[in-house]
């Protein structure tokens, strides 16, 4: 890609309009891929969804301090949005994209939150008819906790579990499934889907076909895995991503774990340079590649009146009778598809007794924040949602410190004032504060590399290292 978004055309990327009330918003969405290339017939976004998902930062606050965390340098001393406001951009989330969207309640971590209010979010998003997901990395999430949220209405809990987070007593990805396992047994008998986050670094990549048998040998609970290569952005201190890390190389790690070809390109959501996903059945320990039929995926793509909800564990099978009887044209080649994998895998059919479980894998190729592409930004499938509006989340990693330091109107007792994101106060206007170096934040409001300097002044002062030269902008 020769071309990249210059700093000022990033920092003026308009926000997608609202859509109006009774606009077709996956005519919406179609229109934006087409422009760039990235719709066809097996393309979900257009089809089958508005948006791949929406993020819903409900802190920026972290309990670790990840090597390459996306987060900014001031996220630490932001304080934690109003439930009012929170409230408003669940609204928006319906308004640009429509019920059923998957709704990803994250942060920081947004157990950091004080319970009472994740649970009023939780019900907030399950009664405008999104889907919650928590996305957590588990430490202040147990069994108990889970089971609260999914009663409030949670849907799916995402563990992220990895070497980047530093967590003590821990030298290899192997070592970390025993905190892996722990929180599965913590997720069970929740009703909660499970998924896992994993970042891909040079340290973890020969490590990939390890943790892969892992999720495999889990997949009763785990339902989606997802890689997510490692970018040049936020205020982690691991920066440029290894040559040996790519889309094609995480797939190659992926299928030395499975022994079967998995194809990652018969239905793609999004940019295929930004999402690769492929869909497994789990059989008696073994995988079978469940999207090995192009043309009866695209069938299934293509029928977007049918209503293919995840709730239940029976869900998708009750999506399949819904799907046929909608397209009864289409039962032959169901019938065949059926036919098919049951002749692969019936002796392991039978030696499982009949027990069939689904496992996904998505592979995220971010952006770095000074090398994002046009095209893949207007093919978008994971948002945002800001005080303005939803935004591509690489675009708003490349400008978060606009976003999240943005005073936000409330209401005060039917007067408009302006909620403060470094003091919690409430403002007559609504200017942001004026940007200060990250450093000058009190130790314990600082993480990444901001937190690094100010330990290398301290040693520094002490005349015992030299002074990291600055941080980048």
């Known amino acids: 890609m020769d071309q990249y978004l210059t700093p000022e055309e990033i920092k003026a990327y308009p926000i997608d309009p609202k859509p109006a009330p009774d606009a077709d918003r996956h005519a919406i969405?179609?229109?934006?891929?087409?422009?760039?290339?990235?719709?066809?017939?097996?393309?979900?976004?257009?089809?089958?969804?508005?948006?791949?998902?929406?993020?819903?930062?409900?802190?920026?606050?972290?309990?670790?301090?990840?090597?390459?965390?996306?987060?900014?340098?001031?996220?630490?001393?932001?304080?934690?949005?109003?439930?009012?406001?929170?409230?408003?951009?669940?609204?928006?989330?319906?308004?640009?994209?429509?019920?059923?969207?998957?709704?990803?309640?994250?942060?920081?971590?947004?157990?950091?939150?004080?319970?009472?209010?994740?649970?009023?979010?939780?019900?907030?998003?399950?009664?405008?008819?999104l889907r919650p997901s928590l996305f957590t990395n588990g430490i202040k999430a147990p069994h108990s906790y889970l089971k609260e949220l999914a009663e409030a209405g949670l849907a799916d809990v995402a563990f992220h579990v990895d070497l980047t987070q530093e967590r003590k007593g821990y030298s290899t990805e192997v070592e970390l499934n025993e905190i892996r396992q722990r929180y599965i047994d913590n997720a069970r008998g929740t009703g909660l889907s499970v998924f896992f986050n994993f970042t891909v670094t040079r340290e973890s990549f020969h490590e990939i076909p390890d943790l892969v048998r892992f999720y495999v040998?889990?997949?009763?609970?785990?339902?989606?895995?997802?890689?997510?290569?490692?970018?040049?952005?936020?205020?982690?201190?691991?920066?440029?991503?290894?040559?040996?890390?790519?889309?094609?190389?995480?797939?190659?790690?992926?299928?030395?774990?499975?022994?079967?070809?998995?194809?990652?390109?018969?239905?793609?959501?999004?940019?295929?340079?930004?999402?690769?996903?492929?869909?497994?059945?789990?059989?008696?320990?073994?995988?079978?590649?469940?999207?090995?039929?192009?043309?009866?995926?695209?069938?299934?793509?293509?029928?977007?009146?049918?209503?293919?909800?995840?709730?239940?564990?029976?869900?998708?099978?009750?999506a399949a009778v819904r799907w046929v009887r909608d397209h009864p044209r289409g039962v032959l080649a169901a019938a065949g598809y059926v036919a098919r994998m049951a002749r692969q895998g019936w002796r392991d059919l039978i030696a499982a007794r009949g027990r069939v479980h689904r496992i996904s894998f998505f592979i995220h190729n971010f952006m770095d924040a000074c090398h994002l592409e046009p095209d893949r930004i207007k093919a978008c499938s994971f948002y945002t949602v800001t005080r303005d509006g939803p935004v591509s989340?690489?675009?708003?990693?490349?400008?978060?410190?606009?976003?999240?330091?943005?005073?936000?109107?409330?209401d005060e007792e039917g007067q408009k004032k302006f909620w403060d994101p470094l003091t919690g106060l409430l403002k007559e206007d609504d200017q942001a504060p004026n940007p200060v170096d990250p450093t000058s934040h009190p130790l314990k409001f600082t993480k990444g590399r901001s937190r690094r300097v100010l330990f290398q002044r301290r040693e520094a002062s002490r005349g015992d290292a030299?002074?990291?030269?600055?941080?980048?902008?």
């Open 29 to 129: 969405v179609r229109r934006r891929l087409e422009s760039v290339g990235q719709f066809g017939p097996r393309q979900q976004l257009g089809n089958r969804m508005a948006i791949g998902c929406v993020a819903l930062e409900i802190t920026q606050r972290c309990n670790l301090d990840c090597t390459c965390c996306y987060l900014s340098e001031h996220s630490e001393a932001v304080r934690d949005l109003p439930l009012e406001e929170i409230f408003r951009r669940i609204q928006t989330i319906v308004d640009y994209y429509g019920p059923g969207t998957a709704v990803q309640i994250t942060g920081g971590d947004p157990t950091l939150r004080k319970k009472s209010e994740l649970i009023q979010i939780i019900r907030r998003v399950r009664d405008v008819g």
């Open 217 to 318: 040998k889990n997949a009763d609970m785990v339902k989606t895995v997802s890689f997510q290569l490692q970018a040049d952005t936020g205020r982690g201190t691991q920066r440029e991503r290894d040559v040996i890390i790519n889309q094609e190389s995480v797939i190659e790690q992926i299928e030395k774990a499975t022994g079967i070809s998995i194809n990652f390109g018969a239905s793609p959501v999004g940019h295929t340079r930004c999402n690769k996903y492929a869909m497994c059945f789990e059989v008696n320990g073994r995988l079978f590649n469940a999207l090995d039929d192009s043309d009866f995926v695209t069938q299934i793509v293509a029928g977007r009146d049918t209503e293919w909800d995840r709730y239940t564990r029976l869900s998708p099978l009750a």
């Open 393 to 410: 989340m690489c675009l708003a990693n490349a400008k978060r410190d606009e976003f999240i330091l943005q005073r936000v109107e409330v």
């Open 466 to 473: 030299p002074v990291e030269a600055g941080l980048r902008s």
